[in-house]
């Protein structure tokens, strides 16, 4: 399948712990901010999303903090299964630039160990 | 069931010749998007559509081609003036643009020979 992320950095954690993976934004006027996990040869899938009036919102096993002071999400997973193994994306949406696409970071790895 | 189909899933590219890649849509989106993603990096966007026959030119533009003639439908062409089209192609479409979750395709990888 597809090689993605080959230099990515990566988070390594056993199964049955918790996940944290962070991600520093650009634009101080960013309005909307999502997660995506993409496994191997595959697509992005959605995992959650937060709009920035929003600090904090959760979902099934994910839990999605936006601190709008230094710029910063984080993604956190509660008790990290095998399947989680993927590499983890966060975008922005630059709503005062004009452009009307998400924009994305570089990704991070996630290594499930069992 | 509804989705979002890219094809082929490999393509191969003799150098010096234009070749087009399908992203067709079912979900009524009126948005729709193409990204290209190398490895190591994350996705780039290369255009996008807001709406049938509009389009905007994305942060890699240059050496790509689009068209939106039907809402369904949003082919990409990488043409002969892309020095670099080795990569791994991803379409998307969502509700509207900005504010709301982008669907991803399946991906078209694009190698060059």
């Known amino acids: 399948g597809e090689s993605v992320g080959l230099h990515l950095p990566t988070l390594s954690v056993q199964e049955g712990d918790n996940s944290i993976i962070n991600c520093a934004y650009s634009?101080?006027?960013?309005?909307?901010f999502i997660w995506y996990k993409q496994e191997s040869g595959k697509g992005p899938q959605f995992i959650i999303d937060?709009?920035?009036?929003?600090d904090k919102r959760q979902g099934q096993r994910v839990t999605v903090l936006l601190n709008k002071t230094v710029k910063h999400l984080s993604l956190q997973i509660a008790a990290t299964q095998p399947g989680d193994s993927a590499v983890y994306f966060c975008?922005?949406?630059?709503?005062?630039?004009?452009?009307?696409?998400?924009?994305f970071g570089s990704g991070t790895r996630l290594q499930v160990q069992p | 069931d509804g989705g979002i189909t890219q094809s082929p899933k490999y393509l191969f590219r003799k150098e010096g010749q234009n070749v087009t890649l399908s992203c067709e849509q079912n979900?009524?989106?009126?948005?729709m998007y193409w990204y290209r993603q190398d490895p190591g990096q994350g996705l780039r966007l290369i255009y996008y559509?807001?709406?049938?026959?509009?389009?905007q030119k994305g942060d890699i533009a240059e050496g790509y081609s689009v068209s939106r003639e039907k809402k369904e439908s949003f082919p990409l062409t990488v043409t002969s003036a892309q020095k670099n089209p080795t990569a791994f192609y991803l379409c998307?479409?969502?509700?509207?643009?900005?504010?709301?979750?982008?669907?991803f395709g399946q991906g078209t990888r694009l190698t060059v020979v």
């Open positions: 937060i709009r920035s009036n929003m």
């Open positions: 979900l009524n989106h009126d948005a």
């Open positions: 975008a922005e949406n630059k709503g005062d630039t004009g452009r009307r696409a998400l924009t």
């Open positions: 559509s807001q709406i049938v026959n509009d389009f």
């Open positions: 634009n101080s006027a960013s309005d909307y």
């Open positions: 998307a479409s969502s509700i509207v643009t900005g504010n709301t979750e982008a669907f």
